[in-house]
């Protein structure tokens, strides 16, 4: 709906509330005139009425002279009101006003479905233009950042190859050593290389704010993974169990809410089950498990920030400021809101796409999915796999070097657009 459509909308609901008003004091007026009427022993008829509201919606109070046939002419005379009537319509206004609310809902609802109604109908050829211009911006898109996004797609085909090889090879060992390892980083693998496609998916429509805030996560995981790899096979036994307190977490808090959702809740026999297993775990690995990144805290003689703990411990602490900036992609921040990726201007607004600021989502995503791949495949440190690794480092440099080429050719050429 077009601007000017929702400006209509609301001079017709205030000219409905104007109008409710207008009718409902009228009303009051009316039966004001109707008691005065009555004490001179008439009655208005219908007719009188309707010439009383009438007169009153037009706008002319001027008079209130009735006449009634066949009375007696000393009650052929003015009703007029008087300052106490006039306080008697003032506080049936105020009275009006605190139900406005009320009023409001009655004069909304056939409203909102007369506007549903309308937006139905005109939906199927706005949907037309909205894909059609959608469209129009994804292949200029494309032609402008075709370079770094084939890379970025190869990148990404290149671990997801390597993943599947690597797992295929595990299942077919019969005795793995350290499974448990293999076990939790293959998993982190392979929701790396989805996430790496959901991040070549928003940079493909020119969303590279929310690239930026699903790379936090792959960085995430990448961050997990390396530091399990580092403790090994006891940490790795560690990070599973702590399904069990992340479990608990999300029953606990189901378990309050659920209700007010419309859900029914976990059984008492339920909930003893998952208390007992979170127990158990904290019996096992110690107090400090049963808290955020407990399966970690091992590690740390003083846990406290532990993400940010694990982050310096294996090197990784250097990309902390890109991780702060992904962050203010994820959270309502003021920095969040107030600067974009996909602006150079901080007076407007961008509320779609934009054709700039895919440079670091898309190079920061190499950089990760490198990491974590290699960290997988050197696992097994075979002649094959150090030379893909190596592959995929020198394709991250060079996916890098062709995103930020693109985005200094857009910077100079032109303004960054949208697709409206």
Not at 230 to 257: F, P
């Amino acid at each position: 709906m077009e601007v000017s459509q929702l400006d209509t909308l609301q001079e017709l609901l205030e000219s409905a509330l104007v109008e409710k008003s207008r009718k409902v004091l009228i009303d009051r007026a009316i039966q004001i005139i109707e008691r005065k009427a009555k004490k001179r022993g008439v009655s208005l008829t219908k007719s009188q009425i309707r010439r009383l509201r009438k007169m009153w919606l037009s706008g002319d109070f001027s008079s209130t002279t009735l006449r009634f046939s066949g009375k007696p002419k000393s009650i052929s005379r003015s009703l007029s009101f008087t300052k106490k009537d006039a306080q008697d319509v003032e506080s049936h206004s105020r009275s009006l006003f605190n139900k406005l609310d009320g009023i409001i809902e009655e004069v909304s609802e056939p409203q909102a479905r007369i506007v549903l109604s309308a937006l139905r109908k005109k939906w199927p050829r706005q949907r037309l233009l909205d894909r059609k211009h959608i469209k129009g911006f994804e292949q200029r898109l494309a032609a402008s950042w075709k370079i770094p996004i084939e890379l970025l797609e190869m990148h990404i085909r290149i671990a997801f190859d390597l993943g599947t090889h690597f797992i295929e090879r595990h299942r077919e060992s019969p005795k793995p050593r350290r499974p448990l390892l293999i076990d939790v980083l293959a998993r982190l693998h392979a929701r790396s290389c989805q996430v790496a496609a959901e991040i070549l998916t928003l940079l493909k429509s020119g969303f590279p704010d929310g690239a930026m805030a699903r790379w936090r996560t792959l960085h995430e995981i990448v961050v997990t993974a390396l530091f399990v790899e580092k403790y090994g096979e006891k940490m790795a036994r560690r990070y599973l169990a702590y399904d069990a307190v992340e479990s608990y977490k999300g029953a606990t808090q189901y378990q309050k809410y659920c209700r007010t959702l419309g859900y029914e809740p976990f059984s008492s026999a339920e909930m003893k089950t998952i208390e007992i297993a979170r127990s158990e775990a904290i019996t096992q690995f110690g107090a400090p498990f049963g808290k955020n990144y407990g399966w970690a805290a091992s590690a740390f003689k003083k846990p406290q920030h532990i993400f940010a703990q694990i982050e310096e411990s294996i090197g990784l602490d250097h990309l902390r400021p890109f991780y702060k900036m992904a962050s203010q992609k994820v959270h309502a921040d003021p920095k969040g809101v107030l600067q974009s990726l996909g602006l150079t201007r901080p007076d407007v607004l961008l509320a779609g796409p934009s054709n700039i600021g895919l440079a670091d989502p898309g190079h920061s995503a190499a950089i990760s999915l490198m990491q974590i791949t290699a960290c997988l495949i050197l696992l097994q440190p075979t002649l094959d796999h150090i030379v893909m690794a190596k592959v995929m480092m020198t394709l991250s440099d060079e996916i890098g070097t062709a995103f930020f080429k693109v985005h200094k050719e857009i910077e100079t050429r032109e303004e960054p657009h949208g697709w409206t």
